[in-house]
């Protein structure tokens, strides 16, 4: 029992083993304790390092769960954000911009110092030292985070902030701040921190609608982002931390209590991280008064030319690229020109206005007659309409238009309404009127908007001779985008086409600007055509002076006689490209063509009779280069410099005697012609000087006649005169040069031929080498052979008359 007992004693853990002596005194207690604690130590060692190994193996397998599909940093490379796209004139002036996002992109060489260092210190002072991520920082983030459940906000450093904005979205959780973290260090090693600065500097959002550090830049103040000083460089590095709060337009005071923290950063870490920058400058840049400049005014001057360019360039380079943006956009057109144009035409369409009392209050008819109704309402049609009602609240007239109801806006008749009359004031209930349909109802507004169209429209032209650049381009009366006449509308020409037909007749050498040709009354298959003036007819006049009244008569004679194919041919050599009916009414105008057609095709006479394309656009540089423009078509000879140069001479007499008389007052050599539709429907005028080329056009885009009174000389032709006068502005008058292939003659006035000896009222004319009259006139106290023998024979003088109109040589012109 005792030897059992003794032995589980010894065997029992934790027992004290009895002493020699078998006090209990004697036991060693302390060794037991320990191994207990080392047992506990152990356990709780080896339960973080589970946990930990746990924990780690959570963490990798959340940074392997959200680096699954995680975007290529290597992308950022290829930078193309949205930038903005600008079109240029001549002289690098800005004619207009388009943008998703208005930003230019520039390389940080760029810079100023002064902008980055306030940046770092606004943003991340040891962006040059750390390799993406500011774990202390991360640490308080991650903190605050879990105390606030899940919403993350902290510090983040400018390579996060790439990340954020170029790679991921501004979500503030969990997923995206491990997809943020876990990108940051990809970045870090594929791109050098410069580069990483340079994309932050022209991605990040500076209020307004501005993005990058140029826009802004320009924005505030009104210059270039490396010509900025370090108190404007401190104030602009404040605002991306909040841009709606820290706008220096909005919140000036903001601004400037940002600014200060800026500005102190750089002077607290100055000696730690920039010791180049001075306590003084920093100063200074506290001290500095900093001017934000006013807000800019939107450039209205050429929408046309904006349109165009957008059209070339989605066809160059697709549509998306082209909303990407970050291209410009180099034209021919002069600013100042293109402003002096637009004034030009809405001067002379104001005098129209004006003339045909187009102009408010308009009044209700005595009889009123039913609107037709209309079906259905179209954006861009002109339609009848009847005044209702108007709201001086609202500036808004209501109309009723074929049964719908159209809003139009008191802003849009500012051009009717000088005296900046109340709605209420501008027109009687019952009053008729145009409306254009702008925009559709919708179910929020059922009503359309629409805009009165009271006065006609126009279009003007100016174009270098030498070049074909086009120096102004006006579509229409407003600045605003939209229906651009000067290349899109087609329009019937009238008498501005009849130089095609005298110069198709030049060309066949039967005839010369002496020939005779009679005013007279001709009916042609049904068609009788008639003068201008309608009741006067003059008999037999030279081919100069039929051009410079612009007798209907004999153009309708010449082309028969040329034949409409011919002339039409000539007409599409000069580069006319719309479709030309072949017929006697050709003559006078009345196929359709567009209007920069027109002033092209007249540039050619002044050129020599060389064609050559219109330009308007000569480069555009993109992001990653220029963009390759279409090969323009081909130059060709459309005439001899001899044949261009007498149907030249030939036009200057419209100036000098003819329809353009008033013309003169601009002193100095000018040709042209003026034209007028059937019903005035359209009024023109087409001219040019040796060194310029203009082409202006009046109508209403519904073809209504544009009223009594109003013709291509009265109506177009003062408009070219002010643009025509703005355009040679201090530069001296210069001749039409006379080429080789022409001979001046004296000649008698009244047949054409020869001047005989002494005759005083004789004249100079040119003629192509080899077509002038080889026969003298009849001294009027000589007897014409001719005559006497008539007399002889019993013919009277109406039978000789009658006699000289039937059987008068084919080569003479009837």
């Known amino acids: 029992m005792a030897t059992a007992r003794r032995r589980r004693v010894r065997t029992e853990p934790g027992a004290s083993r009895p002493s020699k002596t078998g006090s209990a005194s004697s036991t060693k207690p302390s060794k037991g304790r320990g191994s207990a604690l080392w047992r506990w130590t152990k356990r709780v060692l080896v339960s973080l390092l589970v946990l930990a190994a746990i924990g780690a193996a959570v963490i990798a397998g959340v940074f392997w769960h959200y680096g699954r599909d995680l975007p290529d940093v290597n992308q950022l490379r290829e930078y193309h954000p949205p930038q903005v796209t600008r079109v240029v004139d001549r002289d690098e002036v800005v004619l207009g911009e388009t943008w998703e996002e208005r930003r230019t992109v520039v390389p940080l060489e760029r810079v100023p110092r002064v902008l980055v260092l306030s940046v770092l210190a606004a943003e991340d002072a040891d962006f040059y030292r750390h390799q993406g991520l500011d774990y202390p920082g991360l640490i308080r983030a991650v903190a605050r985070g879990i105390a606030t459940g899940g919403h993350f906000r902290g510090t983040s450093t400018i390579t996060q902030q790439v990340i954020k904005n170029l790679l991921l979205t501004?979500?503030?959780?969990?997923?995206?701040?491990?997809?943020?973290?876990?990108?940051?260090?990809?970045?870090?090693?594929?791109?050098?921190?410069?580069?990483?600065?340079?994309?932050?500097?022209?991605?990040?959002?500076f209020g307004h609608g501005r993005y990058g550090v140029q826009e802004a830049a320009q924005f505030y103040f009104g210059k270039d982002v490396d010509e900025l000083n370090l108190a404007e460089a401190s104030l602009l590095a404040g605002i991306p931390q909040s841009p709606t709060h820290l706008s220096p337009r909005t919140h000036p005071e903001a601004a400037r209590r940002r600014q200060l923290f800026v500005l102190s950063q750089l002077e607290q870490k100055r000696a730690e991280y920039w010791?180049?920058?001075?306590?003084?400058?920093?100063?200074?840049?506290?001290?500095?008064?900093?001017?934000?400049?006013?807000?800019?005014?939107?450039?209205?001057?050429?929408?046309?030319?904006?349109?165009?360019?957008?059209?070339?360039?989605?066809?160059?380079?697709?549509?998306?690229?082209?909303?990407?943006?970050?291209?410009?956009?180099?034209?021919?057109?002069?600013?100042?020109?293109?402003?002096?144009?637009?004034?030009?035409?809405?001067t002379g369409l104001g005098a129209v206005?004006?003339?045909?009392?187009?102009?408010?209050?308009?009044?209700?008819?005595?009889?009123?007659?039913?609107?037709?109704?209309?079906?259905?309402?179209?954006?861009?049609?002109?339609?009848?309409?009847?005044?209702?009602?108007?709201?001086?609240?609202?500036?808004?007239?209501?109309?009723?238009?074929?049964?719908h109801e159209v809003a139009a806006q008191l802003e849009d008749l500012a051009r009717y309404n000088p005296e900046h009359l109340p709605a209420s004031e501008i027109a009687e209930a019952g009053a008729r009127v145009r409306v254009s349909i702008q925009q559709l109802g919708s179910e929020e507004d059922p009503r359309a908007r629409g805009r009165l169209e009271l006065g006609p429209q126009g279009a003007a032209i100016l174009m270098d001779v030498r070049s074909r650049a086009?120096?102004?381009?006006?579509?229409?009366?407003?600045?605003?985008?939209?229906?651009?006449?000067?290349?899109?509308?087609?329009?019937?020409?009238?008498?501005?086409?009849?130089?095609?037909?005298?110069?198709?007749?030049?060309?066949s050498r039967r005839y010369t600007p002496a020939t005779l040709v009679i005013d007279a009354p001709g009916v042609y298959d049904d068609w009788r055509p008639g003068n201008y003036e309608t009741w006067s007819f003059q008999g037999e006049l030279r081919l100069r002076e039929a051009l410079a009244?612009?007798?209907?008569?004999?153009?309708?004679?010449?082309?028969?006689?040329?034949?409409?194919?011919?002339?039409?041919?000539?007409?599409?050599?000069?580069?006319?490209?719309?479709?030309?009916?072949?017929?006697?009414?050709l003559a006078l105008g009345a196929s359709d063509?567009?209007?920069?057609?027109?002033?092209?095709?007249?540039?050619?006479?002044?050129?020599?009779?060389?064609?050559?394309?219109?330009?308007?656009?000569?480069?555009?540089?993109?992001?990653?280069?220029?963009?390759?423009?279409?090969?323009?078509?081909?130059?060709?000879?459309?005439?001899?410099?001899?044949?261009?140069?007498?149907?030249?001479?030939?036009?200057?007499?419209?100036?000098r005697t003819g329809t353009a008389r008033r013309a003169r007052s601009l002193r100095r050599p000018l040709a042209g012609k003026t034209g007028t539709s059937n019903e005035v429907r359209d009024a023109w005028f087409v001219g040019f000087s040796a060194e310029r080329v203009a082409g202006v056009w009046v109508g209403y885009d519904d073809r209504r006649p544009l009223g009594r009174r109003e013709s291509g000389a009265s109506t177009a032709l003062p408009i070219w005169m002010e643009l025509m006068e703005r355009a040679h502005q201090r530069r001296p008058a210069t001749e039409f040069a006379i080429p080789s292939g022409v001979e001046t003659v004296r000649i008698d006035p009244a047949t054409g031929l020869l001047a005989y000896d002494g005759q005083e009222n004789a004249i100079d004319?040119?003629?192509?080498?080899?077509?002038?009259p080889t026969t003298q006139a009849t001294p009027p106290d000589v007897v014409d052979p001719n005559e006497f023998l008539m007399e002889q024979l019993g013919g009277d003088d109406e039978a000789g008359l009658e006699n000289e109109v039937t059987t008068e040589p084919i080569e003479d012109g009837t």
């Open 275 to 346: 010791p180049d920058l001075s306590v003084e400058d920093i100063a200074a840049a506290r001290d500095t008064e900093i001017e934000i400049v006013p807000l800019p005014e939107r450039d209205h001057a050429a929408p046309e030319v904006l349109a165009y360019a957008r059209r070339l360039l989605r066809d160059l380079v697709g549509e998306e690229a082209a909303e990407r943006g970050g291209y410009t956009i180099h034209t021919t057109l002069d600013h100042d020109l293109q402003v002096a144009a637009r004034a030009a035409l809405q």
């Open 765 to 772: 004319e040119v003629f192509l080498e080899g077509t002038a």
């Open 170 to 205: 501004s979500e503030r959780s969990y997923e995206r701040k491990i997809r943020e973290l876990l990108l940051a260090r990809q970045l870090e090693q594929e791109l050098t921190k410069d580069e990483i600065l340079e994309l932050y500097l022209n991605h990040v959002n």
């Open 470 to 507: 086009i120096l102004a381009l006006v579509g229409g009366y407003d600045a605003e985008p939209g229906f651009d006449r000067a290349t899109q509308a087609i329009r019937q020409p009238g008498s501005t086409f009849k130089p095609f037909v005298y110069g198709t007749a030049l060309r």
């Open 549 to 585: 009244q612009s007798i209907n008569q004999v153009a309708v004679r010449v082309i028969e006689d040329v034949t409409p194919e011919e002339v039409a041919t000539f007409a599409h050599t000069l580069g006319i490209e719309t479709e030309l009916e072949p017929t006697l009414a």
């Open 593 to 655: 063509v567009r209007p920069i057609e027109m002033v092209n095709a007249y540039a050619t006479f002044p050129s020599g009779g060389r064609w050559e394309p219109w330009q308007l656009i000569t480069r555009i540089e993109g992001p990653d280069g220029d963009v390759a423009l279409p090969a323009p078509a081909a130059p060709r000879d459309a005439m001899t410099p001899a044949e261009a140069y007498v149907l030249t001479s030939m036009m200057t007499s419209v100036v």
């Open 353 to 403: 206005d004006e003339r045909q009392h187009l102009r408010v209050p308009l009044h209700a008819p005595r009889r009123a007659r039913p609107i037709a109704p209309v079906a259905e309402l179209r954006v861009g049609a002109t339609l009848d309409g009847v005044v209702r009602s108007a709201d001086d609240a609202s500036h808004t007239l209501l109309i009723d238009v074929g049964g």
